[in-house]
């Protein structure tokens, strides 16, 4: 049975993905795109509003489902009982989180030293409740691991979103178009959501229906709580020690990095959770599976970062409209590497979730986040570039840690994590060293175009690393081209085939 069972696992894996990854590419695009746009029309000063803003938002948006979303996806039987408790369970916690909002957008404004925040907190409320009715019926989509609905859905309420930001900028609504963008999102995606899988909540709620995940749930919710306080200490840091201006550098860098991230990394988290849980009770075939994800996202992740790092300054010139965002520079510099090894410790997380050690997952969170905030707190002394410079130096250190640990759970040695990313790392490396001394060149012969010198160095940098990956072909290439093989479309498939 179970070498009947593997290759639909990892076929049904290889599909998923596939949609997964147009969907997220195809989200994270366009978000970089309206970004683009709105850091054109917008002023500097919106964007450290909206960061101030979304530390407490932002916080209870990663809380609304008490970890209810995971233990649909991950719990073996669900009933309707079940499902509708926890989906009217979902609708009590957002709207007391939507309330409570409300209450705090005093006390924020008071915080930050700017009035024009309450009506913003305030506002942006709202979409806590649209998010929270949303979740089972996204968390069902993803159970049954229909990705090619979810990309619909998810790219549709994002289009429309940045649609009527951009809109209201244009008009010169401020920071408003920002508020609206997000409100418009949230609903749309919550009625698409709907309507994507239609299942219906009867009228009945026990608390006792939610004991079975309670435990897993509650622990997850407290690992969502420290993990967002780890990822915005350092906005609230910033804005309250230096201000708006160099927390909109600040944040806009971080941003940039993070794009990719989303994208990429935010594909492998959704599909490679559901798929580790199907085989939570085989760790074998979960470290080969996990291996295989790593190795895809190192081979997309580690020359974007590296080639971010070395072409931040032109890239930033040339598409956030040069001098008004080149503070940022230096930060992003910084923040590059940061996302090269973030893309591939990120994931380890799924594994605590995928065999139910969401408590030691939570306990870990408590030390690294301690230790962190610890070093933001230090960094801040040299400005917003030193919190980076602490980030950086704090992602270094715990690398080995984050990943051992989790790989416990499945027997999975580092040392044989390592033997799969480091030919990519030194490939990407080699990228990177090229593309630098490229760079170099063009400066000595005196010429200054930021838009020639982005164009041309990425370029020189994408034939070295497609040119060495293609000569060496590490066991990470040899994975990824695998999982194009298994793409279910013919074009991704055949360079599946070509490649491997």
């Known amino acids: 049975m179970a070498e009947e069972k593997s290759p639909s696992i990892s076929s049904q894996t290889a599909t998923n993905s596939f949609w997964s990854g147009i969907g997220s590419v195809s989200q994270q695009l366009v978000t970089f795109l309206a970004t683009l746009i709105l850091a054109r029309l917008l002023p500097k000063d919106v964007y450290g509003l909206i960061a101030e803003a979304t530390i407490v938002t932002g916080f209870l948006v990663n809380l609304k489902d008490m970890g209810t979303g995971a233990a649909v996806v991950r719990h073996p039987e669900l009933d309707r009982d079940l499902l509708s408790s926890i ?138 709580v420290v993990n967002y306080v780890s990822r915005n200490g350092d906005n609230a840091i910033i804005g309250r020690r230096l201000g708006e201006i160099p927390l909109a550098n600040y944040n806009m860098a971080y941003q940039l990095m993070l794009y990719p991230m989303q994208g990429i990394g935010g594909t492998l988290g959704r599909v490679l959770f559901p798929a580790l849980s199907k085989l939570q009770a085989d760790p074998v075939r979960m470290q080969a599976g996990y291996l295989r994800a790593c190795g895809g996202l190192a081979v997309i992740m580690f020359p974007a970062m590296l080639g971010l790092m070395v072409t931040c300054e032109p890239f930033v010139w040339c598409l956030l409209g040069g001098e008004k965002w080149l503070a940022i520079v230096p930060i992003l510099t910084v923040l590059a590497p940061v996302g090269f090894l973030q893309s591939v410790v990120s994931p380890a997380g799924n594994i605590y979730m995928a065999v139910g050690r969401t408590d030691l997952l939570f306990r870990l969170s408590l030390v690294s986040t301690t230790v962190l905030l610890i070093s933001f707190f230090i960094g801040v002394h040299w400005g917003a570039l030193g919190v980076a410079v602490a980030y950086a130096i704090f992602n270094v250190v715990s690398f080995y840690p984050q990943c051992a640990l989790a790989f416990r759970l499945i027997g999975l040695p580092f040392s044989r994590f390592m033997m799969v990313l480091a030919p990519v790392a030194a490939i990407s490396g080699a990228m990177a060293g090229a593309a630098f001394l490229w760079r170099m060149q063009l400066q000595s012969w005196g010429i200054g175009n930021s838009w020639l010198m982005l164009v041309s160095t ?43």
């Not at 506002?123 to 229909?146: D, K």
């Not at 990956?469 to 055949?494: D, H, I, V």
């Open 87 to 224: 989906f009217w369970f979902n609708v009590l916690v957002g709207s007391l989180a939507a309330l409570l909002v409300f209450a705090l957008a005093e006390p924020v404004a008071l915080f930050f030293h700017e009035p024009a925040l309450f009506p913003i907190v305030g506002t942006l409320g709202l979409s806590l409740l649209f998010s929270s009715i949303a979740i089972v019926h996204s968390s069902l989509l993803t159970r049954e691991m229909t990705f090619r609905r979810i990309t619909l859905v998810e790219n549709a309420a994002t289009l429309l979103g940045y649609a009527v930001g951009i809109t209201l900028a244009w008009r010169g609504a401020g920071v408003w178009s920002i508020v609206a963008a997000n409100l418009t999102n949230a609903a749309s995606a919550m009625v698409f959501f709907y309507l994507a899988h239609g299942w219906k909540p009867r009228l009945h709620f026990r608390f006792a229906d939610l004991k079975p995940v309670a435990h897993y749930g509650l622990n997850l919710s407290g690992f969502i």
């Open 458 to 500: 990425s370029l020189v940098g994408a034939v070295v690393y497609i040119g060495l990956m293609l000569f060496f072909r590490p066991a990470a290439l040899r994975g990824f081209a695998s999982a194009f093989a298994e793409s279910p479309s013919p074009a991704f498939a055949r360079l599946g085939r070509w490649i491997g």
